[in-house]
């Protein structure tokens, strides 16, 4: 009547989770505080970029391919006289290559090139733009306002600087103004510092990679890891060792970090990239940890 013949049921006890300690760690909120910080920085820097500007790297690389394009010049017809070299399309930051390229003509001493201040000048008498030019009618054009007997013009396709190097393409025409004839046309690519051996190869290919292609290749590579491990993952946890799953968690996680640190371009010159390395080595660890405890759990 009041029980006293009756047997308690005994509950069946769960053993304790080995990676317990490992999902403390992770997800303390002092973990997701810096997680917040890294994320909020490098939102800032995305949305709201620092101004670009060439650097000594950039003009070093620019003033080599102007030099070569000066060079590249054929020599004048005896009746040539002044020509301009008109402000260069694409690329060109500032007119730094623009102005290169006419330092470089004018120093090669074959031409004489009209001084920017005097081409200055009567822009601002004839009320003429400051606007690049790329089209051969245009430049022409151009060249008969300022009164010279050739014009030089082209654009700059590309000039930009990675962590480790700078590397511009300049394509150039020069074309007489009165007979609309082009003397010569001409492609010239500079980088610099040169490629000099295998890693350096390496860090070349993957600078030149788009960073969104450089992020889903880490993403794919962090997320197949821990699948083609499955076995071991499963033989480790077999043997319920925190010492032997955190080694595991951490073979994993340093993985991830070698991997973005080759996205990177083996290259650790900067906060960003330190970030970048923070954030994949949290959450490598983080799908790592979800995947092995996940694993765990089915197997109990």
């Not at 769960?14 to 973990?31: D, E, I, Y």
């Not at 951490?250 to 330190?274: E, P, R, S």
Request: glycine letters at 8%.
């Amino acid at each position: 009547m009041f029980g006293f013949g009756k047997k308690k049921k005994r509950q069946k006890r769960v053993a304790p989770s080995k990676l317990g300690f490992v999902r403390r760690t992770l997800f303390s909120k002092w973990t997701l505080l810096v997680g917040l910080v890294i994320v909020a920085w490098q939102g800032w820097s995305v949305i709201y970029p620092k101004p670009w500007a060439p650097d000594d790297l950039q003009a070093k690389v620019a003033q080599l391919a102007c030099w070569d394009a000066a060079a590249g010049l054929p020599a004048p017809p005896p009746d040539m006289g002044q020509i301009a070299v008109l402000r260069l399309a694409g690329r060109d930051t500032d007119g730094l290559v623009t102005a290169t390229l006419a330092d470089c003509v004018q120093r090669d001493g074959r031409y004489d090139v009209l001084h920017e201040t005097a081409m200055g000048n009567i822009k601002r008498e004839l009320g003429i733009d400051e606007k690049p030019i790329s089209a051969l009618g245009d430049a022409l054009e151009r060249g008969a306002d300022l009164g010279v007997s050739a014009v030089v013009f082209g654009e700059v396709t590309e000039f930009r600087r990675t962590r480790s190097r700078a590397r511009i393409l300049l394509n150039i025409t020069l074309a007489v103004v009165e007979t609309h004839e082009v003397l010569f046309e001409g492609t010239f690519e500079k980088t610099e510092p040169p490629v000099s051996d295998v890693m350096d190869g390496v860090r070349v290919v993957v600078e030149d990679a788009p960073v969104f292609q450089r992020i889903a290749l880490w993403l794919a590579f962090a997320g197949i890891l821990p699948l083609l491990c499955m076995p071991i993952i499963r033989r480790v946890l077999e043997r319920d060792s925190n010492a032997s799953n955190f080694t595991m968690l951490a073979v994993l996680v340093l993985a991830d970090l070698v991997a973005a640190y080759l996205l990177c371009g083996f290259a650790m010159d900067g906060w960003g990239a330190f970030a970048v390395l923070m954030a994949a080595g949290a959450l490598g660890a983080w799908y790592n940890y979800w995947l092995c405890s996940t694993v765990e759990r089915l197997r109990k």
